[in-house]
């Protein structure tokens, strides 16, 4: 069976307090700062006991950060069939409690994918979690046909932007990166977070196509890739943030490693201004009625 996703999230429990650099009841701290990161790990098949390890979580000084992001299917590691898993998917409020304790103890909001089940659906589901409890998520619309996703889990339809600490935020998960008219900006957002489990073999399309997403809709990009194996890939991270003009801030590079990108909001407004690309954009959007 799949590891237990208490395991998996004591772990990364632990990889943030080294990284973060602060205990349980340390006080709040307020920068501007993006933290993201990589989970690793091997994940062996669905008959062995697993987990994925996570790397440290990134920040600037210690316990510092706004945001903290984490990959796909966070808690099991990429689970195409979910009855491989029976008995560890749960409805996700375990994880939703555990992110947070997280969000409380650092001050800061959570984020990152969870395989769940509502009724008798499964979905790929990401939730951003505030200090104040508030809860929201975002169901992965764009689900990997290729690799049996769409099989078993139900594509989400709302286009989900949130707002954190004066930046808005768009929710995005993995494949969604191949597919920009839904992710085209409307003037509604500043940030685009990809959770991903994007493997080794496309990584160089992973890499562009963060790029080519904060070119095209002038904002700042975070994509965070796990690390390690499982019985059908290899991930290498690449964990990035990209600035506005397309430019990697900074990056994981290949495996663990612990990074900090701060969003400069006064930089972005004053290069939409300068440089209004937006306000000639196409009037077309995606069909957000559309079901997969």
Not at 8 to 19: D, G, K, P, V, Y
Not at 46 to 65: F, L, M, N
Not at 243 to 271: K, N, Q, W
């Amino acid at each position: 069976m799949w590891g237990s996703p208490w395991e998996n999230m004591r772990r990364a429990e632990t990889a943030l307090a080294e990284a973060l650099g602060c205990g349980e009841d340390n006080a709040s701290y307020n920068q501007e700062k993006c933290s993201v990161n990589d989970i690793s790990g091997d994940v062996p098949s669905p008959q062995t006991s697993s987990s994925q390890t996570p790397s440290k979580v990134v920040s600037g000084d210690a316990g510092r950060a706004d945001l903290i992001v984490l990959p796909e299917m966070f808690t099991t590691g990429f689970c195409v069939d979910p009855s491989h898993a029976e008995g560890v998917i749960d409805d996700g409020a375990a994880a939703v409690a555990w992110m947070r304790r997280m969000s409380v103890r650092y001050d800061a909001a959570v984020t990152g994918s969870v395989a769940v089940t509502d009724g008798e659906r499964y979905f790929n589901r990401m939730y951003f979690v505030r200090p104040d409890g508030c809860v929201e998520h975002y169901d992965k619309r764009h689900l990997f046909a290729m690799g049996g996703e769409a099989d078993h889990y139900t594509a989400g339809c709302r286009r989900v932007v949130v707002a954190w600490r004066g930046v808005r935020i768009l929710l995005q998960v993995c494949y969604d990166l191949r597919f920009p008219v839904f992710a085209r900006s409307r003037g509604d957002y500043d940030m685009i977070v990809y959770a991903a489990n994007w493997p080794t073999p496309r990584i160089a399309v992973w890499d562009t196509l963060l790029m080519a997403r904060a070119i095209e809709n002038q904002c700042y990009v975070a994509g965070v890739n796990r690390a390690g194996r499982d019985p059908w890939c290899d991930y290498c991270g690449h964990t990035a943030l990209i600035d506005p003009y397309g430019r990697v801030a900074v990056s994981c590079g290949e495996g663990e490693h612990v990074v900090t990108g701060d969003i400069d909001m006064d930089r972005l407004t004053a290069f939409r201004r300068k440089f209004p690309v937006l306000e000639d954009r196409d009037a077309w959007l995606a069909d957000e009625s559309w079901r997969g």
